[in-house]
Structures are given as C-alpha cells and as structure tokens.
C-alpha cells in the first residue's frame, strides 16, 4: 500500500476507533436535555432517505448535517429545507449557505425543530398547562480539500429550551471524506462534541447527543447513463447503541433519484424511501421514513448550485 493510502486509512482507522470508543460514554437524560435529542436529526431529504448512511456518498451542503466534508463536494450553493418528524406534530426547518473563497469554502447553517402545545401532566396524573420544546443551531465554518481528502469543520451555537427552561451549548463538528480507486469512497464525521454546555437548575451537565459516524460507498456507472451507489456506516451516539444505516441510490441522467435506506440495529427501525430532481443549478429532494409505531416522517428540501 502506498504511502499516502496508508496515511489515509489511519486516520480512517483512526476516526473508526472514536467510533467504537463512544460506547463508554454514559448515557445522560438530564434535566433538560430532551430536546437536545432534536439534534439527532438530519434535516437532508437524501440522507435520511438512504437511512442515515452516506458518510463516504455526501454530496453538498445539505448533506452537512451528516458529514461537515459535504461544503467541499461543490462549487457553492444554498439550500432551504422543511421536516415533519415523527412524533408530537415536531416541525423542522434548515437554511445552508456554501459561499466560494478561494479555493475553500465557507459554510454557513441555521436549524430549528421542535413541538409545541405538548400535553402536560403532574405527579397526581392531572392536566396541566400545555409546554413547547424545541432546539435553535445556528453554525459557521469551512471546508476544502487537501491532498485529495475533502475535509469540513464547523462550530455551533445551539440552544435548548423545554417550556421555560432553557440551556445553551458551544458544539464542534468535524468531518473528512475521500475518493478511492474503482469507485469506492470513505468518510467519516464527529457531529455535536460539545466545547461548552450550561448547567441544568439540579447543577447536573447537559451532554449533547455527540455522534461519531463512519463508512463507505461504492459507486458505478451502467448503461443508459445511469449510476447506481451504495453507502454503508456504522454510527454511535453517547446516549445509543451502535446503528449501522445501510442506503442505495439510483440516478438517471443526473436528474432524476431514487433511494431507499434501513438503519440496522436502531430501536423501531423502519425503512426510508425518497426521490431527488435536478434540472440545471435548481434541486427538490423529498423523504418518507416510516416507524414502527407511530405515523411516518416527511421533509423535503429546495437548493440552487452555483
């Protein structure tokens, strides 16, 4: 194996290790900390639609949310997004900005999800007032290449709020990604390890949903200018046990998508199926996810490349 290859599969190694070691994080539900879950979520219609897989298959900044890497994989672009999780009527909306400098890129994202009018209940069982909770990120960094391996990394400010508490967090997100021979790629990211996190009102730590996310893709063209790709990851958050999202895309032309993904050895896993336009700079992308026990999940998202 060549030297640079070498370098590259450690720190690939590397970033897997993490991966692995994020199993003796404890878990935490603290007093507050519950909408920080939101943070879980990619907002991205094709990463969701491939069933959380794609750390190696990222394609622009609204796959950012996956692997901070993605800003790199174009030329600059903005991208408007909407969700409708599962669960409690949650809504979502996401904004990404991939500005051109140089030869880097700088990135610049806003997210919110949350519920509103959620049932509350005391000790005694009884009615009380209806509570919101939601969680607002807002971050900014670059991306760029070197030595052939796309990079990105970005800081965030994200706040908590559960009916009139509110806690704030300083969050780092970090991620690489890089083409391989004969069509295969690896990737690998580090999203919300938190710098700085406020203190709940019983003086315990609110910890984040920090996610380590590895894995590879193999992509191949076919007759009829079709391109078929496979992304397979392993992924582990401090307060879960390790998934392994699996995803396959199709592509025609390089306008019309189809995916569908399963996120193996999730609790209530259910697949996820979606469709991708493109026509010139413009993009649509929509996503269903389905669950086991409650309704399914919907997001869609707008973006322009430049």
Do not use: C
């Not at 692995?20 to 991205?44: H, P, R, V, W």
């Not at 909407?82 to 700088?106: D, E, H, L, M, V």
């Not at 996610?211 to 307060?239: C, E, I, W």
């Not at 396959?248 to 209530?268: K, M």
Request: hydrophobic fraction near 45%; charge should be neutral; proline fraction near 4%.
């Amino acid at each position: 194996m060549s030297a640079p290859y070498f370098r590259l599969f450690s720190v690939f190694a590397l970033l897997l290790a993490l991966t692995a070691k994020a199993s003796a994080l404890e878990a935490s539900t603290k007093e507050g900390e519950a909408s920080f879950g939101f943070l879980k979520y990619s907002l991205s219609p094709r990463s969701i639609a491939l069933g959380g897989a794609g750390a190696a298959l990222v394609d622009g900044i609204a796959d950012a949310d996956l692997n901070p890497a993605a800003a790199a994989r174009d030329s600059g672009g903005i991208a408007l997004g909407q969700g409708y999780p599962t669960a409690f009527s949650a809504t979502g909306n996401y904004a990404s900005w991939n500005i051109p400098w140089k030869s880097r890129r700088i990135t610049v994202q806003a997210r919110y999800l949350g519920f509103d009018n959620i049932s509350g209940w005391d000790d005694l069982d009884a009615s009380t007032t209806a509570y919101n909770a939601h969680t607002l990120k807002l971050q900014a960094g670059t991306a760029g290449k070197f030595k052939g391996i796309a990079y990105g990394v970005s800081v965030a400010y994200a706040q908590n709020n559960v009916a009139d508490a509110t806690y704030d967090a300083w969050l780092f997100n970090l991620g690489m990604q890089r083409d391989l021979i004969a069509g295969f790629a690896i990737g690998a990211s580090v999203l919300n390890a938190d710098i700085w996190t406020s203190d709940a009102r019983n003086g315990d730590k609110i910890i984040p949903p920090v996610t380590f996310q590895g894995g590879v893709s193999y992509s191949r063209s076919l007759p009829y200018h079709t391109r078929m790709a496979v992304a397979v990851d392993a992924r582990k958050r401090n307060d879960e046990e390790t998934v392994f999202p699996v995803g396959l895309e199709g592509t025609w032309a390089d306008a019309i998508s189809a995916r569908v993904g399963y996120p193996f050895g999730e609790p209530e896993a259910s697949p996820a199926f979606g469709v991708g336009l493109r026509w010139s700079h413009f993009g649509f992308d929509y996503e269903y996810q389905g669950n086991t026990v409650l309704t399914g999940a919907h997001f869609w998202a707008l973006s322009v490349k430049y």
